[in-house]
């Protein structure tokens, strides 16, 4: 159960975009569409903004999207805001049935 | 609206046990998977163990399997998690969370409780 791999920080001002990526193996990102995204604000609990590679639930800005290309998922953010400097964490469900999250990426709006 | 609230956390020395609860509201209980999560202080996130609906199902993470046992009471809306054995790596937030309609992911978190473990 390796995490999967997401680099440890990003930057942007605000108005850019900017894409996360989120890379495993055929076992779990690579086998199977359901992987997902969490935002983390400092001392707050995670909050689901994308579901299923590539759904938001309502109430997520449609400036959150995400796509998947074989063992890497991509979290991108348009019209970058300030309040989306925080945490982000990728997850996905594995062939073992178990779900592994990625090591997490700091977010920072310049 | 939904809540979920973790209790149980605490300070512990290596080797001894905790249970974890997690009382769920808002939400029809006995229709839903849930899942523990933790964060280590300053670390990411890591999957701890999911049980079905039901109680049937139950999965752990390989650094827990034998040591956390999960249940659920679905007549009083409650989550568990049973931890033994602890170690001093095992000191995380540990949060409770909703599975989101069979999809394999979290819609709805609680504050997370947290267990301290000293040598």
């Known amino acids: 159960q390796s995490a999967l791999t997401q680099p440890a920080s990003v930057s942007g001002s605000p108005g850019q975009s900017i894409t996360i990526s989120c890379t495993g193996t055929s076992s779990d990102v690579g086998a199977y569409n359901y992987v997902s995204w969490y935002q983390q604000h400092p001392g707050k609990a995670p909050k689901l903004i994308i579901y299923?590679?590539?759904n938001r639930p309502s109430g997520v800005s449609n400036r959150f999207s995400g796509s998947k290309s074989g063992n890497t998922a991509s979290l991108t953010i348009s019209g970058l805001q300030a309040e989306d400097e925080a945490d982000y964490y990728c997850d996905s469900f594995t062939t073992s049935t178990t779900w592994v999250f990625g090591g997490g990426t700091k977010l920072t709006v310049l | 609206q939904v809540q979920l609230v973790e209790s149980g956390g605490g300070m512990v020395q290596r080797g001894g046990s905790l249970r974890l609860s997690c009382a769920a509201s808002g939400f029809i209980f006995n229709k839903y998977a849930m899942y523990w999560v933790r964060q280590a202080p300053g670390k990411g996130l890591e999957w701890v163990a999911y049980i079905s609906f039901d109680g049937s199902r139950k999965y752990y993470a390989d650094s827990v399997r034998g040591r956390f046992t999960v249940s659920r009471d679905n007549s009083k809306n409650t989550l568990f998690l049973q931890i033994n054995s602890l170690r001093t790596e095992d000191t995380a937030f540990y949060y409770c969370a909703k599975d989101w309609s069979g999809t394999y992911s979290r819609d709805y978190w609680g504050q997370g409780t947290l267990v301290s473990v000293s040598s």
């Open positions: 299923e590679v590539n």
